[in-house]
């Protein structure tokens, strides 16, 4: 292989329609100052230091195409090793030194384009890990004879309420007060019979969107016209943990 002959910097081109590489001979300097008729670009806020690296020092070709052990092969060749300075009157590094600065800036400029072609982390929508299951809570209140009776159920979860019934009470019983907690959900001094509260009755779903939080009391009051039960079952959700 013939020995090149370094002719300085300038600016190359590939060909469109040929692939070809074009040299534009006008913008040829031998100083390293920065190509003639051309501005320099370190101040542009818009420059990108990516092709800044590949000539920052010495000059070398671009190792991203695979010249890096190519330019240590024309070192050995050409008798470079051992030159202190090169064809345009400028100091050389040793050469592991050059080829260590070449993969530093090659490492650098793979974490810049990973950092640029990374997309952006989004944050996961917030799930709701937590079901409703059915349930029903059950409670009664016998009395001797006639009299007012009251049921008290203490909840050991959360719990929305659906729908009530009296089925097991006493025949005449009637309802007087529903508590959940502190909150009056109905209330009659009169009190309604028991049997509005039939499973075939129209009243159905009476406390539908009624909650109550876990620890809290649901009272339901009534009046027996004799001795017997007071039996109140209530049918709604409790949350279901997944």
């Given amino acids: 292989m013939s020995k090149l002959i370094p002719l300085g910097l300038a600016l190359i081109f590939r060909d469109a329609d040929t692939h070809e590489l074009v040299v534009d001979e006008d913008t040829l300097t031998r100083d390293g100052a920065g190509f003639a008729g051309t501005p320099s670009f370190a101040g542009d806020p818009g420059y990108d230091d990516e092709y800044d690296d590949d000539f920052a020092g010495e ?5 991203e195409f695979g010249y890096d052990d190519e330019l240590d092969e024309y070192d ?3 008798g470079y090793e051992d030159e202190e300075v090169d064809e345009f009157g400028r100091r050389r590094l040793p050469r592991g030194q050059r080829k260590a600065r070449r993969q530093a800036r090659r490492q650098a400029r793979q974490g810049r384009r990973q950092a640029r072609r990374r997309p952006p982390v989004l944050e996961p929508p917030p799930t709701n890990h937590e079901a409703w299951g059915k349930t029903a809570l059950a409670g009664r209140d016998t009395l001797a004879d006639q009299g007012t009776a009251s049921v008290k159920l203490r909840l050991q979860h959360d719990f929305k309420a659906e729908d009530i019934t009296f089925v097991g009470s006493v025949a005449g019983a009637k309802v007087t007060s529903i508590f959940m907690g ?15 509260f039939s499973s075939n009755s129209f009243v159905r779903g009476m406390l539908k969107g009624q909650s109550l939080k876990a620890g809290l009391d649901i009272t339901v009051n009534g009046e027996l016209p004799s001795g017997g039960d007071f039996a109140v079952t209530l049918l709604g ?4 943990h997944c």
Avoid: C, H, M, T
């Fill in 59 to 63: 000059y070398s070709v671009d190792d």
């Fill in 76 to 78: 050995d060749e050409f």
């Fill in 182 to 196: 502190d909150r009056v959900v109905w209330a009659n001094a009169d009190g309604i019979d028991v049997s509005v």
């Fill in 237 to 240: 959700l409790k949350p279901i």
